[in-house]
């Protein structure tokens, strides 16, 4: 018996520094809206939905920083998504900047939430692998702030059991971390959903070009795919925000490593696909049934010999 879930990839497209979060929400919902009239089950944002990619700016006021954050989820700005999806019986999955209280002191993390249908946030990640650097880099053409503004997150890489299947998470620069798939395919994941903002130029290598950008961002996300027998679902945000171009991309990606659908715009665009769960067992069952082939303690030997960080 099949076990199909309607997925739609929603990218985003550019959001200026200056757009409120509430002209975001409603263009949100205007693609879960249209995420609904296609039969959808689940809609997957991108990375940092709610506002432009603040960590291209080096700011320095502690409260300016935190006007990009969200105090709690969902808030006045996100409830109407919430409400939406409750009433669709769409499950979601939203990034944003999160700002919470933990042990009496407050941390800021780059997040993730998976929603299931009932509109309950079942799943929540924190983006581990933070790229850039954490002050102004006069050498770069371009800033990429997320050490500074963010802690690696704290929760790992969980699965969760929902939607009928096994859903996992990651965002962005986590996608390049073989590791990172691995650990949620040693949990039996089927899913992972994760979005990003991927600049379209290379503040270190200027000459690099768009094709390049693209071809390590899905080259990441199909590996990751295939060795691990899951669907991978990667979102971008998309377009020029304030001059800076970001990389678009969309894509949904079967258990074989195949991009099965892909977004054609720079813009809003919701790409649809019927991602069908029972794909991912033969991979679990042959090729990558990790009980029969993986040899962990051949592992270890290298890890006396050389000393290397041992795999999870
Ligand atoms: N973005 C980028 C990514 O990993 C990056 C980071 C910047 C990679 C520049 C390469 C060049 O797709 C985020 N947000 O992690």
Redesign the pocket.
């Known amino acids: 018996m099949a076990r199909v879930v309607r997925v739609g990839a929603a990218q985003v497209g550019p959001i200026q520094k200056a757009e409120g979060r509430q002209a975001v929400v409603a263009r949100l919902m205007e693609l879960m809206r249209e995420g609904k009239k296609k039969g959808c089950d689940l809609l997957v944002y991108p990375?940092?939905t709610l506002t432009t990619?603040f960590?291209r700016w080096y700011m320095t006021d502690e409260t300016e920083v935190d006007s990009w954050f969200e105090k709690e989820m969902p808030n006045e700005a996100t409830r109407p998504l919430f409400e939406l999806s409750r009433q669709l019986g769409m499950g979601f999955h939203l990034g944003y900047a999160e700002l919470a209280k933990e042990g009496g002191k407050m941390h800021r993390y780059?997040t993730a939430i998976l929603v299931d249908k009932s509109g309950k946030t079942v799943g929540k990640y924190r983006?581990v692998?933070?790229?850039?650097h954490s002050e102004f880099d006069p050498e770069r053409t371009?800033q990429?702030l997320?050490k500074r503004y963010f802690e690696p997150g704290n929760l790992g890489f969980p699965v969760w059991r929902t939607m009928g299947g096994v859903f996992g998470m990651c965002?962005?620069?986590?996608?390049?971390w073989p590791e990172v798939f691995r650990v949620m395919g040693l949990q039996g994941v089927e899913m992972v959903v994760l979005g990003?903002?991927?600049?379209n130029?290379?503040?270190?290598k200027p000459d690099?070009k768009l094709e390049q950008?693209l071809f390590?961002?899905n080259l990441s996300m199909q590996a990751g795919a295939y060795q691990n027998s899951t669907w991978v679902v990667g979102v971008a945000k998309a377009g020029v925000e304030d001059g800076n171009p970001l990389?678009a991309g969309s894509v949904i990606i079967n258990p074989d490593g195949r991009i099965v659908a892909e977004a054609k715009t720079q813009d809003d665009e919701l790409v649809v696909h019927d991602c069908d769960l029972d794909d991912t067992k033969f991979g679990k069952k042959t090729m990558f049934n990790f009980a029969n082939h993986r040899r962990v303690e051949h592992y270890k030997l290298i890890v006396e010999r050389t000393g290397a960080i041992p795999p999870p």
């Open positions: 990375e940092l990619f960590p780059n983006k692998h933070l790229p850039g371009h990429h997320e965002i962005c620069n986590d996608r390049r990003y903002n991927t600049p130029v290379n503040s270190q690099e950008r390590h961002s990389i």
